[in-house]
């Protein structure tokens, strides 16, 4: 007689389970049982008829690959309602060789006013979508201002707030400015409020640090609690049918953490869920001490924890080289630099406290020159302050100096990176070539050549500016060129791989979307792998992963996704 103990709750066999874990052992077997919510055999079809029992859930995977539910190392998902609850322009997809600012415009005015239409009642539109590209030379290398004036025709009698898909640009209509209160009078924050030829606010605003607080001063812009739960619940679905388990929230939405800690609490969670503290330069004592006060308000029970500190250091690409003589066209002037979001010795001092406290930190840093300033700042933290469980993180890295890719190793300095983006590319970034030079754009968005440093990456999708990669992004780390979920994949499909020299291979993909963000949230040891007593969090896939040509595996199905044993998502 089997006692309960050695029963398995349910099984899963004729797989080809792949699996890597932090030190790089890889696992294959053919067979695991799940009992409690934890992995309690992996192996070969002989030793798990030993678990099985009257009650045992038998599933039979046909010779196809289970892999670990895999991680998103840099996402936003406090932020969703923005995605699922606004006015979406992701479907407008110019072609710069014959589209203009101009016929954007016209789209954007048609999208938004279907929408209004359809929300009448509402108090504040809300959109998200437009690309500041589009208006800044990318269509045609024609540079056209996108303002207040181009939405007060659709939206003439109530606040429309339309944020830029990156997240980095907001356009307020007149009305909405009116209600935050902003006008010519208004401290411009260096240059962040963009101004019209009279003084006037244009509308266009630079920046979180900058908008948040214009924006949210508005009445009934905030989503309600209700709104909030909605759209997380849409973005968990989301993320488990792409086959994650583990989400990285990097940027704290302050009404919509008390959300998602009682959705925690009440067993609404699909994944894992880390998350961060909001640091700005102004108000950095106020940031780090309100941290410090709630450092546990908002965790439950393994399922979310914010134990992070975020930063942003960067928007325009703050680079060491100077903008060419080519960005003239595009209204840099040639031989200037952009400065970053801090004072650098304010950073580098919030930093070491944030350290000194216990909190990792997490940057957003893009250019070159960024990322040397931040990387001083961590080796200044942990020189201060030593600590062996800091892991203190660099998102996005899309411009990074040789010697600094050696420092990042050496200080175990953690690249949270978008394999999403690894395809851009000299070919569709002309108002990047135009302002540094092809050579400089040539070697954006790095991977194998940090791996080579000794850094650990750890892969993110940027939801919601990004859509949520799952298997393509794994696709794209192998091959540098554009997958189906890109919205550019029919303008750029056939353009060769963008430094091809930084493809990556099937494990270290595979390690960057499962362990690493796993280790990136202090989760290594319960999940990110699968191994006896790890969460049994696995991904079932209609193919064999490691016998498809890596061109093929954006078109591999996801059958289902298993979180803590159980079944989040199952394919139809």
Known sequence: MKLDYQIADRIYKNAKIYSVALDGTETRA????????????????????????????IIDCGGNSIIPGLGDAHMHLAHAAKKFGTCSFSGIVPNPKTDTPEGVIKQIQQTLKAYVDAHKD???????????EWFSGSLQGIVRPFTR????????????????????RVLLNTKALEAAGITKDTDDQNGLIIREADGNPSGYIKEPVAYLPIINSISNYEFSAQEHRDCLKQAFAMFNKSGHTLLCDCQQNESSYPVLSEMARNGEFTARVSGVHNINDATREADLAKAIANRTKFDVDGLFKVDTMKYFADGALAMIEPYAETAAAVGKEPGTRETILWDEAHMAESMALANKAGFNVHTHAMGNYTIRKVVDCYENAQNLYPNPRIRNIIAHCTFITPEDKVRMGRLGIIASIQPGWFSDSPTDQKVSVAYWGEDVVRKTYPSQSLIDNGVICAYGSDFFVSPSYGLSGIQVAMTRKKVKLDSTYELYKDVPAAAPEERVSLKEALKAHTIHPAYQAHLENVTGSIEV??????????????????????????????????TVYKKG
């Open 30 to 57: 053919t067979a695991l049982a799940i009992k409690d919510g934890k992995f309690v055999y992996v192996g070969d079809e002989a030793g798990v008829k030993d678990w099985i029992g009257a009650g045992t859930e």
């Open 122 to 132: 509402a108090a504040v539109i809300r959109g998200l979508g437009w690309d500041r």
């Open 149 to 168: 004036h181009d939405i007060d025709v659709i939206v003439p009698d109530k606040p429309a707030v339309l944020m830029s898909y990156c997240g980095h």
């Open 533 to 566: 007593g790890k969460s049994a969090d696995l991904v079932v896939l209609d193919s064999d992963l490691e016998n498809t040509p890596a061109e093929q595996i954006q078109d591999i199905q996801i059958l289902e996704t298993v979180f803590m044993g159980k």
